[in-house]
Each structure stands twice: as C-alpha cells, then as structure tokens.
C-alpha cells in the first residue's frame, strides 16, 4: 500500500510553503486550496495582530479559533508560563497532584455555579466532551440505570471531532462520513431564531421552539443519560444564537426527568458573552460543564469537565467494586497550562475588566449597524463578544447562498488583502476578537469586513 | 440533581491534599484510596527526580505515564520553549501555517519509513488513533469500500480512552462499563507469550500465534478498514513484550488483503525499545503512525498521526466534492509544543545517543536478573528501555495473584517508602525511565524494586 512520495514542487513558490505543502496535512482545509490559495506563514503574534514571514500584519479577528482571550504575547501570561517552567514542565497526574492543578480546580469550582465542585482535567475540548459523555454513562450504570445511554443533542450543535464526541454533533458537514460508526443518539431541532417557525424574536419569546426538545425528552425519558448544548451560541454550526428562556426550560425538563445536562461552554466560557460562564451569567445549573480553549487564553492546550459531587459520589466504591472512573490523559492537568490558565483568571478577573469589556461589545453592536445595511444582510447578530453576519443571496426569502460559491471563503480571501484575518463559517461571517482589541480596532474590524463583502459580491 | 457540597474535613491532615480532595477529580484513581493513601504534593522536578513539598525526593521510574525521555528541567527543553515563546506562543493551523509545525514535519516523515509523508498534529495519544481511525474510514469511502468500517485491534490492547480509541481497546478495566456504545470491532487473541499456548519462546519462535489474527482478517477482509496494535510491547495490558515476526506476518497479511496497518507508538516511539521506531527499526512500513508521549519529551502535550501519500491523494478532490479531512483540534500543531519537539528529536539524534541508550538498556537487563530470583518472578522481561516483571502468586504454574489483592498497588506504596515512584499495572511492575537515569540509579533502582516487593510479598 506504499504510495508514491510528496508532490513536486507546484504552483508554490515559496520555499516554506512547500516545505509545508509537502508533509502537513492542515484540520479542516480544503486539499485542492493549498496550490491555489497560499497559507499565510506567521512568524510572530502580538495584541490583536499575527505577523508573517513577508512582513504582512493581519488582525486576529477570529481569536485563533475563539482561544486567545487577551491578546497574544501577553507579558504576565509569559511571566506565569516561565515562572512555572523553572519548577516543573510537567508530571503524572495519579498519584501525585500540585499546586497549579489544586489552585485551577479551586479557582474554576468558586467561579462556576455551586453545584459544580469537581474538576477532571484533559487537553482539548473533545476530550472535555468525552469525559462528560463517559462519566454519565457510568454514573447511571452505578445508579441502577444502565438502560439511559442516549445522548440528546441539537440539529446544528458541534462539540468536537473524536467519534464519541462528533455522535453529539449536529452538523452533517463533520459527521456525515462516519455516521455508520458513530453512537445512536437522538437529534433534536433546536432555535433557529433568524427564520423562526413562529415567526418570534429572540428576544421577546418564550423558546416556543423548545417543544421537539420537550417531546423527545418526553418520548425517550428512560433511554437518556444526557442532554448536550453549546449554551447560547452555536459556533461551528455558524454563530447561532439563541435566548436563555431555552436553557430555563431545558434545565426544568431535565431536573423534572432525571435526565443529565452537559454545558460545551469550551467556545463560549471566560466572559465571550459577557458573562464569566453562561451558567453562572443566567442562574443555570447544568450536570456538567466542558470548558477548553480560552482557559489559557490560547497558549496552550488545556481542557476541564466540571461536575456535582453527587455524580462524583456515585464513583466512591471500595477498590473492589471496580466502580472508579477509569480514563486519563498523559498530560492531564499539564503544569505549564495549569498555571498560565490560573494567571488568565486572575487577568480576567481584575477588577473593572468585565466592564470594560462590556464596553467593547456595544462598540461592536454600535458599529456592527453598517453591516445591516449590506445588501446581502439577512442579519446581524451579536452576543458579547461574538458578531456575527449571515450573508443571504436574497434578503426578503432569505435565500442562502449555495455552499458551492464559497462566498465566505471570498470573502476570506478578500480580507486578507485588508489586513484581517477572518475565518467565516460557510455564509456566516464573524467577529469574535481577543479582548485585547481596542475600540478603534473594533470599528476598523467592521468597516473592512464591510468592504471586503463589497469587494467579492458587489462585482457580481 | 444539585448535590450536596464537596466533603468536609476528614482523616487528611495536610491543608493542600485537602483542598485537591475536595474539588480535584485525579484520573484512573480508584477514589477510596484517596483518604488512606496520600497523593504525593509534587512541587518541582529535575533530572530523574520528583520533589515534593516536604522536602521528600522520588526517582520517576516511569517516567510520568511514560512522556518523559530526557528527563525532567531540561536545560535546552527549556530554552527552546522560552525562545518560542518570545515569537508566539500559539496561532490557529487552518489558513496559517509556522515554522516550528513545518520543521517537526519535516523532521518525523525524514526520520520515519519512508512510506510516511504526510503528518497531521493534534493534541494527545486517543486523539492521534481517532484521527487514524477516521481517515481510515474515509479513505475507503472515498474509494468505492464504504464497506470497509470495522477495527482489529488485540486482546489486552490500549489506544486511548475517547470512545473511537476505546473501541480498539482490548481491556475490559478500561472499556466495559462503556461498551454498549463502542463500535462494533473485532477483537483478537494476541501474542502473550509468557504464556505461550503453542510452548515457544518469543526469541525463537515464528510468531504460530498469528493464526488467530489470519482467519479474522480472512474471514472479514471486506468489512476490516484497518487493524491497529501497540507494536512489541502492550503497555497498558501489563508490558506485555512480543517479537517482530508478528508485525512482519500482520504487514505481509495486511498488504495482500488491501487492509490498512495502525501503529500505535505513542508509548515505544522515540528509542523506547532501542530503535528510534518499531516500524523503522524493524524494516516495517504502515500505513498509519500514531506518536504522542515522548515528542516533547514530557513537556506539552502534542500527538502526530503520520500517514502516506496514496493516503493524502484520496482526500485531494476540488471543494464541490467536499472530500478533505474535516477534523481539528483548536491547539492543532501548537508551535510552542512543536518547538519543544524540534529541540526533543535534536537531543536524541545527537551522535553517540542512542549507543549510550543502548548501554544503559544493557545494565538494565543485567541488573534485572535480581528480579529473576525472587520467588514470585514469573518473568522479567525488557525491551530497549522498558524492564517489567511480571509477579504471580505460583510460579510453577503461573498462577495469577488476583486483582483484588492489590500486590502492585502495595508495592507501590512500599516503594514510595524507597523513594521510588513506580505505578504497577495490576501485577505487573515496570521500568521505564526517563533516558537521562545513570546507569549507578538503574542498579539502584531494581535493587530497591526488589527489596519493595520483599517488603509487601515476603510478610505473607
């Protein structure tokens, strides 16, 4: 089965991109894009912006994947990495703990709503996700109820790729080639408040759309170990967003039916829509809560599930009764990542920061309203510190543009050449900068974006 | 289901554990033992050793879960982070690409078969498998065997704990409580030759107890995508050793049959077994090289699943065909961890390295022959750097000690008392240093091994 070695040099002129064209395989890239549209070489990062190799300077509008929190090479960020660094790299996490994992776990269990007081530790957000999916699943085999082992997540929901996780995840784009191995979960409809079957407002309603939820939960009652969200948000499914009322009724329902809850704040945790955690923001209290990519505000991998300590009581058993929670990471609890995640909270959590951020955010609303005057705008939308433009080819049908005509990736292209980096999920555009942004740096952000829309369906 | 609060004050004295005990969820840790067997408060690390916060000193026999090559407090380790650090420590790996992933590409595909060409960077050992697994997947897909979606992995196996990587795990501690969701794989008696049913030795023999893994991938060659193992040794499964003849018979078997090999040297990679590789040292070529642990020498977590071009070109279709990879972890490629990595393999392929390695292995197996004296030695085995002795409560017919006795775990902690810190798998002791352990701490190492089992076994 030995192929044929790397290609030859191609269309690639650059001699590190071809390095790279020959021997990386990039997540989630189109292959057929490599020769066609060059990567962008970065050499360096500072604040808000990324700089290559050829002396381009680019704005991370899109926090690196929604990781970096506070703006890249942050001196005190830089300071508790190296400090810790003289100590300790790393070590073994069973049988053994230290500092930066205790303070972490302190720290996260007194910011998180009071039923949260456990802390798992692993590297990224699937794995965050696995463990929660992992740990219900235990826990209602410890309880007597090994027949609830179906997850129930949304049409649109993305929690992460590893095959346990992408069976929670509701968009065919990721999953649909390894559905046939994947677990048999229930998906439900979720808000889809910009063409809402009631005809509502996101907000002024009363979550009308939770009633498929309600059914289904209602219909499998005794089959369901958990219900899985992204709260608020949708990110990978493109900057849905949607009112809390549906999370009340969700944690109602499940309270009512016994049924788990697993909060996937990995996108949305750490102030992105305005509260600390979604949770705490809007007196929620779910079963568990994955958090990862901001935690160490996008140095290093780093991953939590947080849970009750009554699940955590279900896993006490004498040695014999083998009823232990069996699963470990060999860098659980890195002691590099633990200690840059403690000083990101202790930055986040300075005082005034969450005011000023809420500043930055009606900067945004403020100068997000020239988008809605785009054409092609079928809405802006914002929550916190997370815009999002949805680009439609007809504004009154609200007809989307065909996958196919790549128009956010034009756009992306576009954009570049203005100086930003922006990644846009299919039609969707978005703005999710690290805190870090200034709020000239905000209205320059939109006034780009607005022009590299111009720039690409203007001219058609 | 709001539980009550963590638990309060109880027989642990020391103010830190206490904290840990109550918000800290420690992996496969059986959670009774928390109360009656203090974790070690870890609180720095240099060379060998693990310092804890009272002043206790214990020698890494295993090397922290088996990540750590050149040993703790690296000096150059160091050095190579802190330089990263002052360019970036991190930045997305979609549209963006950066040295220090480039040249780690570069370097593993040059120092691998030369069937491997193509690397995709994630962030851990389950999450290297999963991405094997599902490009497996895909790649048969994609070339009209959609057919092709079932596993063979080993008895006594282990390939990470997400719920794909749990589905090729042949060890039910770790995936029965799960296994009503896991895949539906095929399992196969593997090599165990301590026990050998056909009476040979593993030095000498040809590999007779292949059959079982010949009729599987007969029987079901049309629905196997691939079959993954841990070559030579199983680490989790007990260190269990096994010779080449069995991956050359797998390779032969596999290449005929059009079946896709997954190596899984996230373990043995990294001269663990003496090569720098199984697969390159042995003359073996899969189609899949998943690496993790070691490539940063115990530093970040960072994982590279290695895979060859006539893999890659089955994913390369324009956009409209939506068939490239959509998989990625937000840390994907890491520079920070990369940079430590590029620094790891430089220190290994230093001239003279792997000579020196190869000296301390030998003192190693001559020290080891203590450990054959003792009357519960079933075997003591080695592998490169990897001693293990296997203990049984008969050593005439093999009788195992049963689980429930615990005869690893308090040797374990009888060991502590010696200021080593060993983890045994079951009944399964092992040695797996970092590199940089002297040839005077090996001896001394296998000595007290031995006095520690004298002290818990010789009592009874």
Chains 1, 2 share one sequence.
């Not at 009322?245 to 499940?254: D, G, I, P, R, S």
């Not at 788990?260 to 990995?266: A, G, L």
Request: with cysteine; aromatic share 10%.
């Amino acid at each position: 089965m030995t192929g044929p070695g790397p290609p030859p040099a191609s269309a690639i002129n650059d001699p590190d991109l071809l390095r790279d064209f020959q021997h990386v395989w990039h997540p989630c890239t189109p292959l057929s894009d490599l020769e066609n549209y060059p990567l962008l070489n970065i050499e360096r990062a500072d604040g808000v912006y990324l700089y290559d190799k050829n002396g381009g300077r680019y704005l991370d509008v899109i926090a690196s994947w929604w990781v970096n929190l506070l703006g890249h090479n942050h001196p005190r960020l830089k300071a508790a990495l190296t400090a810790q660094l003289e100590k300790m790299a790393h070590v073994m996490f069973a049988g053994i703990t230290h500092e930066p994992a205790i303070e972490l776990a302190e720290r996260l269990t007194a910011l998180t709503p009071d039923n949260l007081t456990r802390v798992f530790f692993s590297d990224n957000g699937s794995t965050s996700v696995e463990i929660a999916l992992k740990i219900s699943l235990q826990y209602w085999q410890q309880t007597g109820r090994p027949e609830k082992k179906r997850f129930v997540y949304l049409k649109d929901g993305y929690h992460g790729e590893t095959l346990g996780a992408l069976s929670v995840c509701g968009l065919p784009l990721f999953r649909e080639k390894f559905d046939p191995v994947l677990m048999d979960n229930l998906e439900v409809a979720g808000p889809d408040c910009l063409r809402c079957p009631f005809g509502l407002k996101r907000d002024s309603c009363n979550a009308e759309c939770f009633q498929p939820m309600q059914e289904t939960l209602a219909q499998h009652t005794e089959a369901i170990a958990a219900v899985i969200v992204e709260p608020l948000v949708q990110g990978a499914g493109g900057m849905k967003m949607y009112p809390p009322v549906y999370l009340k009724k969700l944690e109602a329902a499940c309270r009512e039916l016994k049924i788990h809850t697993i909060y996937d704040e990995v996108a949305v945790g750490f102030y992105r829509t305005g509260s600390r955690f979604v949770c705490a923001g809007h007196g929620l209290s779910p079963t568990f809560l994955c958090l990862s990519k901001g935690i160490t505000s996008g140095t290093l991998p780093l991953a939590a599930t947080l849970t009750e300590e009554a699940v955590y009581d279900a896993f006490k058993g004498e040695f014999q009764q083998f009823n232990w929670f069996v699963h470990s990471h060999s860098y659980s609890a890195n002691p590099l990542a633990c200690a840059v995640a403690n000083e990101t909270l202790t930055l986040l959590e300075e005082p005034g920061f969450s005011e000023v951020l809420a500043q930055k955010a009606e900067t945004m609303r403020r100068a997000g309203a020239v988008l809605e005057e785009l054409p092609w705008c079928a809405e802006y939308r914002q929550t916190g510190m997370i815009g999002a433009l949805e680009l439609v080819r007809d504004r009154e049908n609200l007809t989307p543009f065909p996958l196919e005509r790549r128009v956010g990736f034009r756009i992306y292209q576009a954009a570049l050449k203005r100086e930003l980096f922006l990644r846009p999920l299919g039609n969707v555009m978005y703005f999710m900068p690290p805190y870090a942004v200034t709020d000239e740096e905000i209205k320059w952000i939109i006034e780009q974006a607005a022009a590299a829309v111009e720039d690409v369906l203007g001219k058609e």
